[in-house]
């Protein structure tokens, strides 16, 4: 890993997890020593790879309003929900990274859709914030990966700057292979926005069709 300092697991825990829908199934969370950016980010570890296999590995950025209150202003909590699934069966590593709101954190988060209330996106309510469209860097997760064992890996994603930044970072990533699409009435010029400003692999013209229905329903409302 290119001028990076090592990191080392710290502790390794079994954890069974079990979410709304009733899909359980039990992981090993592990924390480390050393990380860069001197977070509280936890690897969990899923499923039983093949020997010599390449591992599926997701970084997920904490979202509270996603993960934990189900909010339908983004798509995280189903990609959460969808990754441990998807790399249970296969065998591989779910980054649970603390990058709130790509990084900005819970208050501005919520600040910036304040701003989206008003008519902007994700990335210009950020940026009349005067925070960064996105702040995340990967470097500690790089780190976890490197503790793990994991020097190459199938990224599930569909944002090309997290295995650009990997990739940056030493990191073999083989493929990316992107998540599910996870529309809701609130969320679809959120996901509009991630293609169009940092070129996320979604559906474009779905995304568009469906942000122009969801407009044309909250005119017909109003």
């Known amino acids: 890993m290119p001028d990076t300092p090592a990191a080392t697991p710290r502790a390794r825990v079994r954890v069974p ?3 709304h829908d009733g ?11 050393g990380l860069s950016d001197g977070q509280e980010h936890v690897a969990v570890v899923l499923g039983d790879p093949v020997p ?24 995280c909590g189903p990609q959460l929900r969808e990754a441990v699934e998807r790399i249970a ?9 603390r990058q709130e709101g790509r990084g900005i954190g819970l208050y501005n ?20 914030l005067g925070l960064p469209e996105d702040a995340r860097d990967y470097t500690a997760a790089a780190q976890m990966l490197a503790a793990l ?12 700057d997290k295995a650009g930044q990997l990739r940056s ?11 599910g699409v996870f ?21 474009l013209a779905e995304l568009t069709e469906r942000t122009e229905l969801s407009g044309l329903t909250e005119r017909t409302a109003g």
């Open 52 to 75: 010599g296999s390449v591992p599926l590995v997701r970084l997920h950025s904490e979202c509270l309003t996603g993960d934990v209150f189900g909010s339908a202003r983004c798509d």
């Open 149 to 160: 064992g994991i020097g190459e890996l199938d990224l599930l994603s569909n944002n090309p």
């Open 183 to 203: 529309t809701t009435a609130h969320n679809v010029r959120y996901l509009r926005a991630k293609v169009l400003q940092t070129q996320h692999t979604l559906p």
């Open 89 to 97: 069966d296969r065998g591989g590593v779910l980054l649970y990274l």
């Open 169 to 179: 970072l030493g990191v073999v990533v083989r493929d990316r292979v992107p998540t």
């Open 17 to 19: 997890l079990r979410f």
């Open 23 to 33: 899909y359980s199934v039990d992981a090993e969370l592990v924390t480390f020593h």
């Open 109 to 128: 988060k919520l600040d910036a859709y304040a701003l989206q209330d008003q008519g902007l996106d994700t990335y210009e309510a950020n940026a009349a």
